[in-house]
């Protein structure tokens, strides 16, 4: 497709229910980001992958968050036992490997409430 | 501690009344910095990348500028589509991207 998409657009999940979101980056876009966006804030580092290779994820807030990237391209953020601080707008972002000419392409996000 | 501070939080501004917004930051070793726009319910949309002190960037009523410490947005004669939040990021040595927290821009008409 011609932009990243993120599916669901949005999620409601009871606390304790385990969910998972998932990003297509543009084909042939190496590097992958996830990022987590609460309300008023700026987006927060999660996790990044250059091709099926999780390089970085220090961001990750707890072990209950989990993504992978098996075959390089499609990405899945899982969460488990979701808690309530866990509610806010999950962003995947991807890019050419080095092509920071023209920024990352982001998706429109998975906003996911957690009651 | 890397990190990256924009200012003013919000900003409202009348219809064709320039201004400039800051976004400083303090990263062990930078990339590049970039920034974005943000409209409600969206995501993060490409403006600009620059990559070393003294460059600049323009886009329509847009010019970034870079410095080693700090970049500004200059928004001239703006108009009320210009209303958005605007995000500042920068990307480290280890390719890692860290944000700004933005600023909420609204151009009243």
């Known amino acids: 497709g011609a932009g990243v998409s993120q599916s669901p657009r949005y999620k409601v999940a009871k606390r304790g229910q385990d969910v998972a979101l998932r990003c297509d980056p543009i084909s042939g876009h190496v590097s992958l980001f996830w990022y987590q966006q609460a309300l008023g804030q700026g987006p927060e580092f999660l996790t990044y992958?250059?091709?099926?290779?999780?390089?970085?994820k220090s961001g990750l807030p707890s072990d209950r968050f989990f993504a992978e990237r098996p075959e390089g391209s499609v990405s899945t953020l899982k969460i488990q036992r979701t808690q309530q601080e866990d509610s806010a707008v999950y962003l995947c972002?991807?890019?050419?490997?080095?092509?920071?000419?023209?920024?990352?392409?982001f998706g429109s996000g998975t906003r996911l409430t957690v009651v | 501690e890397d990190q990256v501070t924009q200012s003013p939080e919000a900003l409202r501004l009348q219809e064709g009344e320039s201004s400039s917004l800051n976004c400083s930051y303090t990263?062990?070793?930078?990339?590049?910095l970039f920034w974005y726009r943000q409209d409600p319910g969206k995501g993060p949309e490409f403006l600009f990348t620059l990559y070393s002190a003294g460059e600049e960037k323009e886009k329509e009523r847009l010019k970034a500028t870079l410095t080693k410490k700090e970049s500004f947005l200059h928004i001239t004669a703006p108009k009320p589509e210009d209303s958005a939040t605007y995000l500042c990021a920068v990307q480290q040595v280890d390719d890692k991207i860290i944000f700004g927290k933005g600023t909420r821009l609204h151009i009243l008409p």
């Open positions: 990263v062990s070793g930078l990339r590049g």
């Open positions: 972002a991807s890019s050419l490997a080095g092509n920071r000419a023209h920024g990352y392409t």
């Open positions: 992958f250059q091709n099926e290779a999780q390089l970085d």
